[in-house]
Nanobody
Framework: QLQLVESGGGLVQPGGSLRLSCAAS????????IGWFRQAPGKEREGVSS????????RDADSVKGRFTISRDNAKNTVYLQMNNLKPEDTAVYYC???????????????WGQGTQVTVSS
């Protein structure tokens, strides 16, 4: 069974940091690009950061540039999203997805995790 599981979410104060993990089971992530998306209440799901299967092409949304860093460890079959200097507007459910190309086009990601909640609040 192909599965992606996110972890590392939680409640953090503004300016704080979190590291999200996306672990795969039933398949190897090194064959796929990985995207991190987020969805806040009442808003569309949006792309945050993506990385191609080799780790050489990375795309970040303008809203997170300089604060979020995506990385992958294919040996551990895991992709990470390091989030620094978090802001209240980063509050959302964060999803990882496996697909084709370092893109924010959701239709190119056939595999999705269940999401992990990130709440930034004082």
């Amino acid at each position: 069974q192909l599965q992606l599981v996110e972890s590392g979410g939680g409640l953090v104060q503004p300016g704080g940091s979190l590291r999200l993990s996306c672990a795969a089971s039933g398949f190897t992530l090194d064959k796929y690009a990985i995207g991190w998306f987020r969805q806040a209440p009442g808003k569309e799901r949006e792309g945050v950061s993506s990385i191609d299967k080799s780790g050489t092409i990375i795309r970040d949304a303008d809203s997170v540039k300089g604060r979020f860093t995506i990385s992958r460890d294919n040996a551990k079959n895991t992709v990470y999203l390091q989030m620094n200097n978090l802001k209240p507007e980063d509050t959302a459910v964060y999803y990882c997805a496996a697909g084709y190309g370092a893109t924010f086009e959701r239709t190119l990601y056939p595999f999705w995790g269940q999401g992990t909640q990130v709440t930034v609040s004082s």
